[in-house]
């Protein structure tokens, strides 16, 4: 009895064990001593080696230095992309296909029903769909298709020989196996990055605020044009070009926008930084180079780093796991780094159904058919889920009037979305081109196939400096998808194209420096077309050209330390008029010593300092109190940080200070006085001073909210400095490039170039980035350089 007990004990432990219950994975395959994550845990592939493949077509050497890059040498391109799949599977195989899944929208067959309504928005929101159309055009021209082929024949030769007790603890985890790699992942890559630099919209809410208060307070209160601005252009910078007749404006758009609903808002999202110097302001007397991007910030790193070397190519530099080549960096003869420009690609519209079948839609004075797409979303433990998206000419209707959106904030129900990323692209052409670009005007030719996401693409060769705000953009009339659109209207429709050539940008401007932090391209003044409205404040741009406009022997080392850059203007343009007005005779001891922290600071969000901390709180205290009872953020978008500091410098009696659901009328000293207590207060009740570096609460967590295998950051920095980190969401990749005869280059990125979180490459940079190191990032001209650091060598050969 003993025994069959036993038995049947260990029978049930093996079934319970290896079953999915829910979100928790099997423990079963994810403790085993043979094949779980106990084999995840060292780096014993990092030695020298020969490795003979299939696919490839002459022998390849792979240098690896102390940071674990990879420097390969081909000799010829489809060895070489080949190897780069290859070798980019076996650091992050994982992240590669989790990140394809989730652009898919197929999150729910290795989590479960806990996704299904993310899966549903991302093939509602048409991602799958616009790869394919993606796909299709670069599969037609032989270089792309030539490079993805070989980059898939790469990653699926690692996946082919990969063990099952070898998989990523990811996958013992999750209780999955790795899928066969395919070009369309590829596309969906890039429609990812899309997705996150375009994939918002304020439609919604700014048509709630116009249908509550009218055009005239939505003009004053949401300008198209902040009051304070420093673009990228410089200012009077006129066209040199004849530009398109510009749409007409409808005369009725404002009121057919009044007319529509109301739902949530989103928050506001950060940016990017890059700026070059021309060589006379540097010390050797070239130009030099910054990019530091700022991204939402994870584990495994959300880049990998990687020297391409063949015949016509030695190019160095980051790209996102699962896409061939260098996304951001230089080679011999140029460098270059992007950030996001931020125009509005992005409406939604209207559609006027039928009846209740929706077969068919109202447009240009005549019904059309509506095309109908069954998505079939698997979901593991449960029964496949059929979802019918109904499409028009201007794209999905990602949700229909009676249902609930996955994201109401920014999704109106009856909508269909018109947005860049559904239009065929070919941006991974630019990148091979880019790749091998030795001057600038085959810089700019490469630009002509990057449509989405527009980038400010800054730029440095070893004469001259640029930025270009490249991408594709809608022809409109000013403020068209501003508010919701009316999808009957052909007048709302987008017009054309803005010509690639009659994009922004700036050459070797006189002031010898060109920047820019996600601000306004161009002002409308100096430019015919409408890009949008919702570009990122001054205050990045107003510190970086402040700095810039200072150096006039600028070494490498002038740019590390101002990308650690702690300052602000933003408690600079305000502070001196908010504490005048705090009844100092009345605050308690406590809270004169807060007001004295604050009087004395200079307004650099350094991790050790208090003040940070308690301008945080009070700003966001007082905007709550000025904006919540007629903005409430259920509902509504409250007016942006620039168009408050104008108010608080210039109308000290406006009528948006009182609160409209109290008896009494309030002023702007008093909620100031009000919301400083309030905050001062913490200081005072036993709660100790608050660290910035501490209280700010920021972390690097895991790409799939794995606890255990992030960290918390202790780190300066803000959403208004230079050093943009904030919560999650900072600096990715920091790069500074010095030009010369011989290109030297420096950077670091906050994490490892390993996914394993068991290896010693995992976040080896991590605290290296918090501190504002960079590191010499070692740029091989041939195969036959052979430096210490690169001690572990790989030879691959044809099988």
């Known amino acids: 009895m003993k025994a069959l007990v036993a038995v049947a004990i260990t029978v049930l432990l093996v079934y319970a064990l290896n079953r999915t219950y829910g979100v928790v994975p099997a423990l079963g395959p994810f403790l085993s001593p043979y094949e779980g994550f106990w084999r995840s845990g060292a780096d014993k592939d990092f030695t020298s080696e020969e490795l003979a493949l299939d696919g490839l077509q002459a022998p390849v050497q792979v240098r690896f230095d102390s940071l674990r890059v990879p420097h390969i040498f081909a000799q010829n391109d ?8 290859y070798l980019t599977a076996k650091d992050r195989l994982w992240q590669m296909e989790f990140m394809t899944h989730a652009a898919a929208g197929r999150l729910s067959e290795i989590i479960g029903d806990r996704t299904l309504e993310m899966d549903r928005y991302q093939r509602r929101m048409g991602m799958g769909t616009a790869a394919q159309k993606s796909l299709e055009k670069m ?18 030769a690692y996946i082919d020989q990969l063990a099952r007790r070898d998989f990523p603890f990811e996958y013992k985890l999750l209780h999955y196996a790795p899928e066969k790699w395919r070009p369309l992942k590829i ?17 919604l809410r700014m048509t709630n605020n116009l249908r509550k208060y009218g055009a005239a307070v939505v003009r004053d209160l949401f300008p198209d ?12 910078s006129k066209p040199d070009f004849r530009p398109l007749p510009i749409p007409p404006t409808p005369a009725d758009f404002m009121a057919a926008a009044a007319s529509h609903s109301l739902e949530r808002q989103k928050p506001e999202n950060l940016g990017s930084n890059n700026w070059a110097i021309t060589g006379a302001r540097t010390a050797n007397g070239y130009p030099l180079l910054a990019s530091d991007p700022h991204l939402n910030l994870s584990l495994p790193s959300i880049w990998h780093v990687v020297q391409l070397h063949a015949p016509g190519i030695n190019t160095y530099g980051v790209i996102i796991p699962g896409a061939p080549g260098v996304g951001i960096g230089f080679n011999e003869h140029i460098a270059w780094g992007m950030t996001n420009v931020g125009a509005d690609v992005l409406d939604w519209y209207e559609i006027k159904f039928k009846d209740g079948k929706r077969q068919q839609y109202w447009h240009d004075n005549q019904w059309k058919p509506m095309r109908r797409v069954v998505e079939k979303i698997r979901v593991k433990g449960g029964p496949d889920i059929l979802d019918t998206v109904l499409y028009t000419h201007h794209g999905p209707v990602a949700y229909l009037p009676h249902e609930t959106a996955f994201r109401s904030g920014s999704t109106p129900t009856g909508h269909a979305l018109r947005w860049i ?6 941006e991974l052409k630019t990148l091979i081109q880019i790749n091998r670009a030795k001057n600038y005007p085959q810089f700019r030719q490469a630009l002509t196939t990057w449509a989405a996401p527009a980038f400010n693409f800054v730029y440095a060769d070893s004469q001259n400096i640029a930025i270009v705000s490249n991408g594709l953009y809608p022809l409109k009339w000013k403020e068209q998808g501003k508010f919701l659109l009316d999808g009957s209207n052909r007048a709302h429709d987008w017009q054309g194209w803005v010509p690639m050539d009659q994009v922004p940008f700036v050459l070797n401007p006189s002031r010898g420096f060109v920047s820019s932090a996600n601000q306004s391209p161009v002002s409308p003044q100096d430019y015919p077309y409408y890009l949008g409205s919702s570009f990122a404040g001054y205050e990045r741009s107003a510190r970086i050209n402040q700095r810039l406009s200072a150096m006039t022997q600028a070494t490498p080392d002038s740019f590390r330390l101002m990308q650690m850059d702690n300052y602000s203007f933003v408690p600079k343009n305000v502070l001196p008029t908010l504490l005048p007005l705090i009844d100092q005779a009345s605050l308690s001891e406590g809270q004169k010593r807060a007001y004295q922290i604050l009087a004395e600071w200079d307004y650099r969000y350094d991790p050790d300092k208090t003040a940070p901390y308690l301008f945080e709180q009070w700003w ?13 953020v259920e509902k509504f978008k409250a007016p942006a940080r620039d168009r408050l500091v104008q108010m608080l410098l210039r109308e000290p009696e406006s009528r948006w200070y009182d609160d409209v659901t ?31 570096g501490f209280s700010r609460n920021s972390q690097i967590r895991h790409m799939a909210q794995l606890p255990g295998f992030g960290q918390v950051l202790y780190a300066g920095g803000s959403a208004n400095s230079i050093n943009a980190l904030n919560a999650s969401h900072g600096p990715s990749w920091r790069m500074v490039v010095q030009m010369g005869p011989q290109i030297q280059a420096w950077g670091v990125y906050p994490g490892g170039q390993s996914g394993n979180p068991g290896s010693r490459f995992y976040d080896n940079l991590l605290n290296d980035w918090q501190s504002g190191k960079l590191h010499q990032l070692l740029f091989l001209r041939s195969a036959q350089d052979q430096p210490a650091a690169t001690s572990v060598l790989w030879t691959l050969t044809k099988n």
């Not at 599969?139 to 699926?156: F, I, K, L």
Request: glycine letters at 8%.
């Open 620 to 632: 966001q205290a007082l905007g709550r109190s000025i904006w919540a009872d007629d903005f409430p």
């Open 187 to 203: 596309a969906l890559l890039l429609k990812m990055l899309a997705y996150d630099m375009t994939g918002y919209s304020d439609d």
């Open 78 to 85: 489809h060895d070489l992309y080949y190897t780069q799949g």
């Open 421 to 426: 990323a559904h239009d065929p692209q070919n």
């Open 139 to 156: 599969m037609a021209d032989p270089q792309s298709r030539a490079v993805m082929e070989a980059y898939t024949a790469g990653v699926n």
């Open 225 to 236: 044009y902040p009051f304070r601005e420093e673009p990228i252009v410089p200012l009077g």
């Open 662 to 692: 109290t008896p009494q009328r309030e002023t702007l000293a008093g909620l100031v006085n009000v919301t400083f207590r309030e905050v001062a207060d913490s200081l005072a009740e036993g709660r100790g001073e608050k660290e910035w």
